[in-house]
Antibody, heavy 128, light 106 residues
Framework: QVQLVESGGGVVQPGRSLRLSCAAS????????MHWVRQAPGKGLEWVAV????????YYADSVKGRFSISRDNSKNTLDLQMYSLRAEDTAVYYC?????????????????????WGKGTTVTVSS | DVQMTQSPSSLSASVGDRVTITCRAS??????LNWYQQKPGKAPKFLIY???SLQSGVPARFSGSGSETDFSLTISDLQPEDFATYYC????????FGQGTKLEIK
């Protein structure tokens, strides 16, 4: 079945680095863009980063730009998030999510994008 | 960046009720609006895309409407499993979520 499994979370000191991974299975990974979304304790969802299906483009939230790097290996069906210079406010559950799209009409002039499959998340705690 | 604002932040209702959650975008996002449901300790579940199209397997008591800046999610005939937090998300630009609406049992 379609599945995403995150790993790599843990407790890390402020200023240190951590690398998260997301293993995909049950679908053609290289056909989908992939996102990281996080959720701080007791808070709402915050989009973190997206990478295109072929890794050709990457976009980041302002809160992590310059500190986080998203990457993927389509030969291994894995998505990564390298996090540098971690701060207390980066403490959160980190989810990877598959991007899907729906063609709005016969000519596919418009696509609607959404995150249709989510992993269970991995917890990152930044604390001294 | 597109800011998404949901109201109310929380809502109490009873089984069998009909409830509506609203979501407002800070700029026109056409119909690039999705809805998700999240239960405590669980990952979000995708419900609706393109403002009003139900994901396969989502019960028909869920419905979405709206366009441009104003959207809504309506749940008719609330069931016990519907009590959760709901988020809107725009996909017109780099994604952004509303702050969430917690639907609680009255």
């Amino acid at each position: 079945q379609v599945q995403l499994v995150e790993s790599g979370g843990g407790v890390v000191q402020p200023g240190r680095s951590l690398r998260l991974s997301c293993a995909a299975s049950g679908f053609t990974f290289g056909h989908h863009g992939m996102h990281w979304v996080r959720q701080a304790p007791g808070k709402g969802l915050e989009w973190v980063a997206v990478i295109w299906f072929d890794g050709g483009r990457k976009y980041y939230a302002d809160s992590v730009k310059g500190r986080f790097s998203i990457s993927r290996d389509n030969s291994k069906n894995t998505l990564d998030l390298q996090m540098y210079s971690l701060r207390a406010e980066d403490t959160a559950v980190y989810y990877c999510a598959r991007e899907a799209r729906h063609c709005s009409d016969v000519g596919c002039s418009i696509y609607y994008y959404y995150m249709d499959v989510w992993g269970k998340g991995t917890t990152v705690t930044v604390s001294s | 960046d597109v800011q998404m604002t949901q109201s109310p932040s929380s809502l109490s209702a009873s089984v069998g009720d009909r409830v509506t959650i609203t979501c407002r975008a800070s700029q026109n996002v056409s119909r690039y609006l999705n809805w998700y449901q999240q239960k405590p300790g669980k990952a979000p579940k995708f419900l609706i895309y393109a403002a009003s199209s139900l994901q396969s397997g989502v019960p028909a008591r869920f419905s979405g409407s709206g366009s441009e800046t104003d959207f809504s999610l309506t749940i008719s005939d609330l069931q016990p499993e519907d009590f959760a937090t709901y988020y809107c998300q725009q996909s017109y630009d780099t994604p952004s979520f509303g702050q969430g609406t917690k639907l609680e049992i009255k």
